[in-house]
């Protein structure tokens, strides 16, 4: 029984980012199983997860064929490590097909078992490259508020969630924040494209306050995703790309939620234009079948590591279950042209959902790409107005009534995220809209009553 169930959950199983009394107050949901784009709860609800778990089940649920890949791997070789001149074919074919997939000149793959790890390779390999150039005051990481890049203590130094690094001594010494292209926010009277250009140019005025020789590189996601989905204005990463060429800093691009088709391409870095050095994938690349992530790194970068020993590696890169299943998620993707999916059917019928929930009197417009959006929740549309009460309530009791109508949707402060599985459907989509307009209608009246 459901009731049994979360009792013995609330008693043993400590959440990421939930607390006890949360949990008191009502029990976690419990997911028993999912297929397509749909979870199945203990009570027999039908979820529609407009999140694809944590932005990552791109190709949907159930996919017995991916069970089966697995349960083979399994079978003829559950697990070996790639340390000291070691391999297996799953890591040689996964490492293989990433570096068909991606941009030009970016060749080479270092895996890890989660984009967390992921980041914290790059922390090191980008300052054992410049120490191997001869440049090793070349270690300052310039990084963005708000942006998120994991939980270890590398990576979620890298971050810029205050929150996080007020807890366990983050961000450990070297890493910086600037300012993210959040325009809605924070861009006042600026346009978008003043303000994109406004936020790039701090990074040129971080470097020269640190000194070129002492910067390593500067890591961003294409996409804000955790931050609230910032679509950043046109005019920001163009600028950003200029910056690192001019300085001969190293740009990393994280695409643990932009790559494997949430952008509408392989990688968000092609959706924008971006030229990375390194590249850190995880979630979609095996749509959370199994734990994996990587760095994707560019020929030079890693000839130059590969010329040295890098002593560093987790006991599961390139996990040879991990590694195939992640494969077969990339099969899947091209053989069922997902990505043509999600830029010519979902993505734009997604669009013309959002857009058509802006007219929502708690809406304050609506911000898409490919297929994952957000929502800023306002009191007054037009001065883009935070809310009076405290930050976040109104996008919690959002997130709630989303539940309460069987949908998932996220909320990051008072804007709601959407980030669906990449095979959605069309009529699915309307779905979703159905229930979350209902979903607002409901916040709207709940928060009115309540003042
Ligand atoms: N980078 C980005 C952009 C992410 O969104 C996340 C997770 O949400 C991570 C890194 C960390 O990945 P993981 O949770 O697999 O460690």
Redesign the pocket.
């Known amino acids: 029984p459901t009731a049994e169930l979360q009792a013995i959950d609330a008693a043993h199983h400590m959440h990421p980012f939930t607390t006890n009394d949360e949990l008191a107050e009502q029990g976690a949901r419990v997911i028993t199983r999912a297929k397509g784009v749909f979870l199945t709860d203990s009570e027999g609800n039908e979820i529609l997860d407009g999140m694809a778990g ?2 990552c089940v791109n190709i949907g649920y159930g996919r017995t064929e991916m069970a089966e890949v697995a349960a083979r791997q399994m079978a003829e070789l559950p697990y070996y490590n790639t340390f000291f001149k070691t391999t297996h074919v799953p890591a040689i074919a996964l490492s293989q097909e990433i570096a068909r997939l991606a941009p030009e000149g970016m060749n080479n793959v270092f895996f890890a078992g ?4 992921a ?1 914290d390779t790059n922390i090191r390999m980008v300052r054992t490259y410049w120490a191997e150039k001869g440049k090793p005051s070349k270690s300052h990481i310039i990084s963005r508020k708000n942006a ?5 203590m590398g ?1 979620g130094s890298l971050g810029g969630m205050d929150y996080m690094h007020a807890q366990g001594g983050m961000p450990i010494p070297g890493i910086h924040h600037i300012g993210q292209p959040d325009w809605w926010a924070e861009g006042g009277d600026m346009t978008p494209e003043e303000f994109g250009l406004a936020r790039a140019r701090e990074l040129e005025a971080k470097i020269e306050e640190l000194g070129e020789d002492n910067v390593a590189a500067f890591i961003a ?1 294409p996409v804000q ?2 931050g609230g989905v910032i679509i950043p204005p046109e005019t920001y990463w163009p600028e950003i790309q200029r910056i690192c060429d001019k300085y001969e800093i190293l740009l990393i691009a ?1 695409e ?2 932009c790559g494997f088709g949430r952008t509408g391409n392989w990688f968000g870095s092609q959706t924008f234009g971006i030229r990375p050095h390194i590249m ?1 994938i ?2 979609g690349l095996s749509s959370g079948y199994q ?1 994996i ?1 990587g760095s994707v790194v560019c020929d030079e970068v890693a000839s130059v590591i590969g010329a040295t020993e890098f002593n560093h590696g987790y006991t599961y890169s390139g996990h040879p279950v991990a590694s195939a299943v992640a494969l077969k998620n990339l099969q899947i993707l091209q053989d069922e042209n997902i990505l043509d999916h999600v830029r010519n059917t979902a993505g734009p019928a997604f669009r013309a959902g959002l857009e058509g929930l802006a007219d929502h009197p708690l809406v304050g417009g609506a911000s898409v790409i490919g297929l994952m959006g957000s929502l800023p929740l306002t009191p007054h549309k037009e001065s883009r107005a935070k809310f009076a009460g405290e930050a976040g309530a109104i996008g919690l009791m959002c997130r709630e009534r989303c539940f309460a109508n069987n949908l998932v949707m996220r909320h990051v402060g008072d804007r709601m995220v959407v980030s669906p599985p990449l095979v959605i459907t069309p009529d699915e989509i309307n779905i979703f809209m159905d229930r979350a307009r209902k979903a607002l209608d409901e916040t709207w009246q709940k928060a009115d009553k309540e003042g």
């Open positions: 944590l932005w989660s984009g967390s790890e980041n998120y890049h994991g939980s270890s990576s996601e995703g955790a994280d643990v939620i850190t995880a979630k734990p992530g």
